[in-house]
Each structure stands twice: as C-alpha cells, then as structure tokens.
Nanobody, 123 residues
Framework: QVQLVESGGGSVQAGGSLRLSCTAS????????MGWFRQAPGKGREEVAR???????SYLDSVKGRATISKDSAKNTLYLQMNSLKPEDTRMYYC?????????????????WGQGTRVTVSS
C-alpha cells in the first residue's frame, strides 16, 4: 500500500527556512516521479518542485534559487529545503508520487498524495 507522510511544516518569519520531509512506504522513491505541490485556500494546487527517477529536477519560477528538492534512497524520503521564505509561500504543502512509466505523472490514476503540511510565513 502506497503511503506518503509529510512533516516539517510550521510557522516562520520572512527570510527563514524550513525543510519539509515526505516519508514514503509501499514503493521505492528512486523509480517514481516525486514532487511537492502547494495550495492556498480556494485555489488550485501548483507544482513547486519535482524530481524524476533519473534525478533531474524542475522548480516553480517563484521558488527557483530558494528551494531544493532532494531524496534519500536509504530512508525512502523526499525533502524540500526552502530558504528565504516569503509571506506568499504560505500554503499547505503536499507530497506527490507517481510511477516512473507515466507520461503525465500528476494526472489520472496511480498518482498518490500525502495529507499535507502547513507552512505559514509571517512578515
């Protein structure tokens, strides 16, 4: 059974840092697309960062240079290090996973989501 459990959210002041973690079970993070999404109340989810099975990464323009996605194979865990946090980064953050064979990883079936962790950045 695939399960994703996020942790590491919290409240910080602008300019601070947080590291979000997503512990995966039921599959190997090395052969899956892994990503972080965020969502504000009443808005759709937006992809913050993604790491593919080959290790290539991509980032939302507004977090480039401030965020780093990585994974620890031994711990089967995904991370998102976020620095220089801004009030506009205040969102619920979700971990996502999809099998590496999918052409569109975040659509359709076989896409898995965590329960989310809240990040609040105060000015």
């Amino acid at each position: 059974q695939v399960q994703l459990v996020e942790s590491g959210g919290g409240s910080v002041q602008a300019g601070g840092s947080l590291r979000l973690s997503c512990t995966a079970s039921g599959f190997n993070v090395d052969v899956y697309y892994m990503g972080w999404f965020r969502q504000a109340p009443g808005k759709g989810r937006e992809e913050v960062a993604r790491i593919d099975s080959d290790g290539s990464t991509s980032y939302l323009d507004s977090v480039k240079g401030r965020a780093t996605i990585s994974k620890d194979s031994a711990k089967n865990t995904l991370y998102l290090q976020m620095n220089s946090l801004k009030p506009e980064d205040t969102r619920m953050y979700y971990c996502a996973a999809a099998p590496g064979w999918k052409i569109s990883p975040w659509t359709g079936t076989d896409t898995y989501w965590g329960q989310g962790t809240r990040v609040t950045v105060s000015s």
